[in-house]
Structure formats: C-alpha cells, structure tokens
C-alpha cells in the first residue's frame, strides 16, 4: 500500500476527444497533442476566453446565490475564491493554454472555464450583488451525480470532488502512464514521500495537485488498558 494519497475521488470516465479508449491508445504523442490543440481552440471560442485580458482581483464583495437548499457548494466556492493565489492565477489567466480536453475522468475543460467566470462575476463586477453558480452545479452533477438534485449536502466532499475536476481540466498529463508506487523499505519518510511524489506527477500534474495535494503517514494509538 502506498502512503501517497491523493484526497480527491475520480469522477464518472467519459469519452477522450469523441474517441474510445481503444482508439485513444492508438494514437501517437503527436497526434494526442494535436488533437487537444483543436479541442483547445474550440473551447477557448465557446467560452470567448480570447476576449479577456489578465486582471487582478478588485471587489470580491459579491455573494452566491443558494439553488434550493444548496449553500454547501456557495460556501465551498466563497472559502476557495477567497484562496488568493489560486484566485489570482486563475484570474490571471496562467491556466488557458493548460487545458486538457482529452481527460475523460475531467469535464474536458469545462469546469475550469466556468470557474473563471464565477470569479470574474464575483471579483471584478460591479453590478452584481450575488451570482448564481448555476453553471457550476450543472458541470459537476454530470461526474457526480450526487449533486443533481437541490438537496443539502456536505461541503467538504463538494469541495473535493470540484478540486478534483479542476485538477483534471488542468492535468498537463494528456495521456497517462501506469505507474506503481515504491513499498515503504525503512528510508526515511520524507524520502519515501518525495519517491512516490515523483511517481503520482507521471499521472496527476497540475497546479491544483502540486499545491492542494498532500502525502501523510497514518498512525493508530490504542488506548493503554
């Protein structure tokens, strides 16, 4: 068993591109490449993403809207919009050329894309005095399904699964090797981490999982008597 951990749960595997799996394998590095550089240009137009420009955050002042009884993902999103380095790289616009359409366990883009928005509404406008995140809900229930209805539900889990799908969008592996992590053989602990580390980042690369990931060791005490 590894000690690695990664706290985010995998979505529901969807189509890489409009490929199968089985024609996914067959293409080439290039060709793999080329096909996200399309994909790439085609979500960039549908979410006009050429339009803006980087810019830093102003307000912030604005509130989100509750979709039936759904302030658990309005409370997830206000605490993660308030992460001020995130907030500024994605208002920044340092992920754009990042995107990773051809994951099938992301939202091909998608959901990274509707987060910029969010946060431009609650950052930079100043009209509104609350968003409603209707897009959010509506990109992830389509990996989670959990949250399809307007039921209360837990933040936290919200909140892992939506760094999960930005992680993905985000994920600089177009096509991900298998790999299998180190067993633990006596080395000291942050050299057994830092092994393994470099082992997940063949998998998972991207600035979500190199800042909100972690490793840990697991202990068990048992009460004396």
């Known amino acids: ?3 690695f951990s990664n ?25 793999i490449k080329e096909l996200n550089e399309k994909q790439l ?9 050429q339009e803006f420009q980087p810019e830093e955050p102003k307000k912030g ?13 309005g409370s997830a999103l206000q605490c993660l919009s308030n992460t001020e380095y995130l907030t500024q790289y994605m208002l920044n616009l340092e992920w754009a050329n990042d995107i990773n359409t051809l994951n099938s366990l992301g939202c091909q883009g998608r959901m990274v894309c509707e987060y910029y928005m969010l946060l431009r509404r609650l950052w930079l406008s100043k009209k509104e005095k609350y968003v409603n995140p209707k897009m959010i809900k509506k990109q992830i229930q ?38 299998s992590f180190e067993d633990y053989k006596g080395q000291p602990l942050g050299d057994f981490g830092g092994l393994n580390w470099k082992i997940h980042q063949k998998r998972e690369n991207s600035m979500i999982s190199t800042r909100y990931s972690h490793s840990y060791e697991p202990a068990v005490l048992c009460a004396p008597g």
């Open 7 to 31: 706290p985010f749960s995998s979505s529901k595997p969807k189509s890489k591109g409009g490929l199968s799996a089985d024609e996914f394998k067959k293409l080439t590095e290039e060709e």
């Open 1 to 3: 068993m590894s000690w």
């Open 142 to 179: 389509k990996s989670f399904d959990q949250f399809a209805g307007y039921d209360q539900q837990d933040s936290q889990e919200f909140l892992g699964h939506f760094l999960d799908l930005l992680h993905e969008d985000l994920n600089l592996v177009l096509r991900k090797p298998y790999v």
């Open 41 to 49: 240009k085609k979500i960039k137009k549908d979410f006009m993403l």
């Open 61 to 73: 002042i604005s509130g989100i809207e509750n979709i039936g009884n759904t302030c658990f993902m």
